[in-house]
Each structure stands twice: as C-alpha cells, then as structure tokens.
C-alpha cells in the first residue's frame, strides 16, 4: 500500500515536492510511520521503482522461458504489462520524473533492468518478425511500452477490461505492422 501511494504521489509531483506525511496521509498512517518500514523517503522512491520493475522482468523471463509459441509469449507479456499498468502507475513514468533523486548507481541498476526487460520483448518480435532489422524492432517495442504506460495518464472513464482489450489489441497491432510502413 505505500509503495502504491508513494507511486502515485511521485508521479503526480516532483520527488521534493512530496513529504512523508502526504504519503501517510493518503496510506491512511501518520508520516514518520513509513520509517518503519522504509529508511529514508528516498528508499520508498527506490522501492517504487525498483519493485514494479523487477515484476515485469521476472515474469517476461518466466513467460519467454515457459511459452514456446512466440506470439502466444509476447500477448501474455503485454496482458501483463497492461495489467500491472492499469493496478498501478508505471515506474518508468516515476523514473523518468524522478531518477535524479535516484543514486547513481541504483539509477544504472534500474537502467539495465529496462533493458533486460526490453530485450525479452525484442526477442521474442524478432522471432515472429525476422523481416525488420533491429532498430525498427527496438522502435516498435518502445512505442508499444510508450503507449502501454500512457494508459495511467489517461482517464477514459471506460471500463478497464475494455481498456484492457484495447491497448492489447493496438500492441499487437503496433508490433506486427508490416514492415515497409515503418
């Protein structure tokens, strides 16, 4: 519960411009309660980040390890993505707003785990698409991410099984694009 509060906290503001007690407040505890559970406001910015990433990668790599049809890999993959998505804000937003107050190295710890996540993703688009050469693979991949993200940011107001759907629909869509339209 705090890590999801304090997500949407450092989403919504600038990392300075959030205490510990907006936190607590909207957690529902008193501010120098998160001391207990977390050193430092700055470790709850970590764990922010850090914790949703690591869901991702963990299950992309179980996904991609356990799916052999690569299609069937990559749809899971997104429906996860999507899922995590719309149950919480996306830490690369949080990231984005806040990695300088992120110490340098859990900021390059962070970094790679992106890129390991992002690698999942491409290999499995470069096994259902042998035709595009790596760089349009990595530009589909991130618009897809870009566009997954996006949906914390919108409020459609629609149903989120319907939201759902569609952004899977539009990923899938976005990644097997025939290849001389890009």
């Not at 519960?1 to 989403?11: C, D, H, R, S």
């Not at 698409?129 to 760089?135: E, M, Q, T, Y």
């Amino acid at each position: 519960m705090l890590i999801k509060v304090a997500g949407e906290l450092f989403n919504e503001r600038a990392f300075d411009a959030v205490t510990t007690e907006m936190i607590g407040a909207r957690a529902g505890v008193t501010g120098p309660a998160l001391y207990r559970h977390f050193p430092s406001k700055q470790a709850l910015l970590i764990a922010v980040l850090e914790d949703p990433l690591d869901e991702l990668l963990t299950n992309a790599r179980k996904t991609a390890a356990e799916v052999t049809d690569p299609r069937e890999a990559l749809e899971a993959m997104i429906d996860y993505h999507v899922a995590r998505t719309l149950e919480n804000v996306p830490s690369t937003l949080v990231f984005l707003k806040n990695e300088h107050n992120v110490p340098e190295d859990e900021r390059h710890r962070m970094r790679r785990m992106m890129r390991l996540y992002t690698e999942e993703w491409t290999g499995l688009v470069t096994r259902l698409r042998p035709d595009l050469s790596d760089a349009q693979t990595c530009l589909l991949t991130h618009a897809v991410f870009s566009m997954i993200n996006a949906v914390a940011q919108f409020n459609s107001g629609l149903d989120p099984d319907i939201v759902a759907r569609a952004i899977r629909t539009a990923a899938i869509n976005a990644l097997l694009i025939p290849a001389d339209t890009i």
